[in-house]
């Protein structure tokens, strides 16, 4: 009886791995990205995303109050994409004058998997009052 307890936690974790196997991924491609904040005070986010190695299209959008001036905020909150344990996070780093996207994938349990880029900030420009991205459409982000 004491071996078969002792042994309980092997086999529950033998079982979450395989349910939740080891993903290798070594790349988030990221195409028709558009960010835009409004008059009205809010910022949205729509992209699509392949990790790599391949997997389905994903689709990533969210939406979040605007900063003031109907800027991007400091920090989105975390949003999840069409398969919900893929992620994303969009932050305005004013302190270093930069945006940034950073994508997780959490399908393994304990193991989360990441990415981010630098946007740059000539990408981003004032229309009718309010801040837009007008840069790469598509670009890739290298996980780890």
């Not at 033998?14 to 910022?43: H, K, L, Y």
């Not at 630098?118 to 837009?132: H, I, R, W």
């Amino acid at each position: 009886m004491k071996i078969t307890f002792a042994l309980l936690p092997v086999a529950i974790s033998a079982a979450q791995a395989a349910v939740n196997p080891s993903r290798d991924i070594s790349d988030f491609i990221v195409f028709n990205f558009s960010a835009a904040c409004n008059r009205s005070g809010t910022c949205s986010w729509s992209f699509n995303l392949v990790e790599i190695p391949g997997t389905d299209v994903l689709e990533c959008k969210g939406t979040a109050e605007a900063g003031p001036g109907n800027t991007f905020p400091t920090t989105s909150h975390i949003i999840s994409c069409s398969d919900t344990n893929v992620k994303f996070v969009f932050q305005h780093l004013a302190d270093i004058n930069a945006y940034r996207l950073v994508i997780d994938d959490v399908h393994t349990v304990g193991h989360t998997i990441g990415g981010s880029t630098l946007l740059d900030p000539k990408d981003f420009s004032t229309v009718d009052g309010a801040e837009v991205y007008t840069g790469d459409k598509s670009f890739a982000i290298e996980a780890f």
